[in-house]
């Protein structure tokens, strides 16, 4: 007889009962329980459980895969209901059994088929958690950006911080709208502007025809802005 899976480390989660078991204690086939689990869930009376491949050891010593569901102690009562109603007795009985193990942490450890869903689970939040961790690099790179820069920077310095080239900056920053080009300078958008992400700073320089000491304002990218732009050229969205 399969174990009922049990996790006494994880209290939020309920402990599930194989439909192949309920179909043990019922004395009849598996699949006729797993017809009722589907007419039921179909019916709105209980959720549709989720399945488990299992891998069993037959005539000659052939293994094949068969599916069972995990059901929950609410709605295994319902099935049995369904079925034989007489044995409802004895699935109290293992339930109570049931959670009588799961009182003790050494019966998960000895137990191979809690171990199993424990280690499913783990795994199932660990990939979660590296999505996560994608999906969070982008705004880690963007905070990394913003203490790399010390106030507002050119367009050169902002690309070296990022760490891309200046005009697949400028070019991905004219592509979504944050500058324009005007009598060979960049100028920005007004609501970029508004928005903190960019701010003109005046430039001195020296007029070649005239030698005279002149200035020009020019567009600079804001650490509010730098962040931004961080997170965009990492993969994240505008």
């Not at 068969?66 to 007489?86: F, H, M, N, W």
């Not at 760490?163 to 979504?176: E, F, H, S």
Request: net charge neutral; with cysteine.
């Amino acid at each position: 007889m399969n174990e009922i899976v049990h996790t006494a480390f994880q209290p939020e989660n309920l402990a599930t009962m194989s439909s192949k078991e309920i179909a043990e204690l019922l004395e009849c086939r598996h699949d006729n329980v797993r017809r009722t689990i589907e007419r039921l869930a179909e019916r709105g009376v209980i959720a549709l459980p989720p399945t488990e491949d299992v891998q069993e050891t037959g005539g000659n010593n052939r293994t094949y895969v068969t599916q069972e569901y995990r059901v929950g102690k609410r709605d295994s009562y319902v099935i049995v209901a369904q079925l034989s109603p007489e044995f409802t007795a004895r699935l109290v009985d293992r339930w109570q059994e049931l959670e009588a193990k799961a009182r003790d942490p050494m019966v998960a450890l000895n137990d191979p088929a809690t171990m199993r869903h424990l280690l499913l689970g783990y795994t199932e939040k660990v990939i979660a958690l590296e999505s996560k961790v994608e999906e969070l690099e982008p705004k880690a790179q963007a905070l990394d950006a913003i203490s790399a820069s010390d106030g507002a920077v050119t367009f050169t310095q902002a690309a070296k911080i990022i760490g891309v080239k200046r005009d697949v900056l400028t070019r991905r920053m004219n592509a979504m709208g944050w500058v324009y080009r005007q009598n060979n300078s960049w100028v920005a958008y007004q609501q970029h502007i508004q928005n903190g992400r960019l701010e003109y700073k005046e430039a001195n320089y020296t007029d070649e025809k005239t030698g005279l000491k002149c200035s020009k304002p020019y567009c600079h990218i804001t650490p509010k802005g730098l962040a931004k732009l961080a997170e965009l050229l990492s993969g994240g969205r505008a």
